[in-house]
């Protein structure tokens, strides 16, 4: 028989296996394409990564679990100067009640505003949960204008993502609107108003929603949440303007400005997470802390795959964005935690104060005193002697820095508070200031050290070449 025949004729020729291996091979072509394909669709057995399928769970498919419970499922957690929305359980759902109203609210000692805010408290009470509980949650308005809720950063269907008119009809004055979901994530998100937002945002209508993972991989011993917000409140006035874009002069952690931050207290060798939330109407907030380096786990996006977390001292919190540090509190003190833009630690300030470093009043103050009793010349070293001389500021305002510290007058304000860590507490009240052991408190250099060391305080400075 021929080659051509042999070809032609037979079970499987030539022909007939490069037919056979050309379909097999679209086959498998077409197999991996449909299941790319599949790949592609949330929801599908294979979800995209980043796809809402692969973050969460399917809205409509994911059934709620029963309602998780603090201590045995998580570890609540601290809201210093803040508060905690309480809820309740009906049905196997957890409810809430917020209630939007004006509120009456001290910034720091000596300063009160008229702000909006949630249940009497600015910020917004803590909303926490658990992975897989089931929300119901009531917002009352009691406010003059309308007003909605907005769940930001949270998984959950469209219609209850509270962008007024887009999502939702507006919550009208005197109306309560309900808003119900299961938890789909765990990790830090927020929430504040989605109706005229330059406004109600500005005027304080946050708040921070935590949602403890169902089956966390481990747990912390202090877990703490911080807001970030920044407000322009002229000295005697008593309301925040909502119009400000660039001189905000109040800078607040969970609403309150240094010194009426209240101190994160923890145990040595406690493990330590901090949530920190920034829904500021325009600045980033680069957090920094002091003794301590940290690990940056979460985004709003949720954990931070622990091969992809780098050790920081400084977090930089995005506006509209939450971030989340951890580290173990093994170095005891009182530690400095505050924003690194340095006037985000001032208060009340503004643009339009005179630069007088270096001025020389010479006899001007006995001149000006004959018109204006006890009038002094300030600013010509500084800003500090402003504060620790305790001036007269006008009524309703604060002093731009500070408060007493220890050792001496602390020269920073506004977006500052202290870690206070210690080996031995009999509870997390505020210890008090540190007693730093003895041989670790910087002092007065000694004569006898100067000369020790060959150092001459009255020659002249030097400095090697930078190469």
Known sequence: MSTRQSEETGGLSRRNLLVAGTSVATATLLARGSTAAAAEVPGAAQPRPFSAASTGQSHANQRALPPGLPKRDYTPVVVPNGAKLPWKVVDGVKVFHLIAEEVEHEFAPGLKARCWGYNGRVHGPLIEAVEFDRVRIYVTNRLPAPTTAHWHGILLPNGMDGVGGLNQKAIPPGETFKYEFTLHQSGTGMYHSHHDEMTQIALGMTGMFVIHPRNPARRVDRDFVLMLHEWRIDPGAQRPNPNEMTEFNVLTMNARAFPGTDPLVARKGDRVRIRIGNLSPMDHHPIHLHGYQFRITETDGGQIPQAAQWPETTVLVPVGSTRTIEFVADEPGDWAMHCHMTHHVMNQMGH????????????????????????????????????????????????????????????????????????KLQSYKDPGWYDNPPGTLTTNATEDELRRDGI???GPSQADPGE
């Open 352 to 423: 339009g104060l005179p630069n007088m470093v270096g001025v020389q009043p010479g006899a001007l103050d006995t001149k000006v005193r004959k018109l204006l009793p006890g009038y002094m010349t300030m600013g010509q070293t500084g800003m500090a002697d402003m504060a620790e001389m305790g001036m007269a500021v006008p009524k309703n305002s604060i002093p731009m820095l500070g408060g007493p510290g220890k050792h001496d007058y602390i020269t920073m304000g506004g977006m500052f508070t202290i870690l206070k860590v210690r080996e």
């Open 456 to 458: 001459d305080v009255k």
